[in-house]
């Protein structure tokens, strides 16, 4: 191969940049955020607008009175000491072909600081 890339390869290779590029700010806004910026409110609102961007994600947010109803008394017990309520993030995300080959779980935890 000579090292020459047709237009629509390339277009596609940028759109794949800038995409990942705007994950990587929005990560780094997210995490360099002082509480009275991102709290659990406001990061709940980032993933529903997350998600409302994308057709490939639908987002879920659970707040303390479903989580005390489907008896998360874990989860609640760390979000005792902060100054807004919890909020149980939920995103899938759904392959745009719509067939899934594999299903896979990831599991984190925000830890927001907002105490002083």
């Known amino acids: 191969q000579d090292g020459t890339v047709d237009a629509s390869t390339f277009n596609s290779s940028i759109q794949d940049g800038l995409k990942l590029a705007h994950a990587q ?3 780094m806004d997210i995490i360099n955020s002082p509480h009275n910026i991102m709290n659990s409110i406001s990061f709940a609102n980032e993933a529903r607008a997350l998600a409302e961007q994308n057709p490939t994600l639908t987002c879920i947010i659970l707040g303390k009175a ?3 109803r489907r008896k998360m008394g874990a989860y609640l017990a760390v979000s005792r000491g902060a100054e807004t309520e919890p909020q149980f993030i939920h995103l899938t995300y759904k392959p745009p072909a719509g ?3 594999h299903r896979v779980g ?3 935890k925000g830890v927001l600081f907002d105490t002083d």
Do not use: F, S
């Open 25 to 27: 700010y929005l990560t």
């Open 66 to 68: 479903e989580c005390e």
């Open 99 to 101: 067939e899934i080959k």
């Open 106 to 108: 990831i599991v984190g």
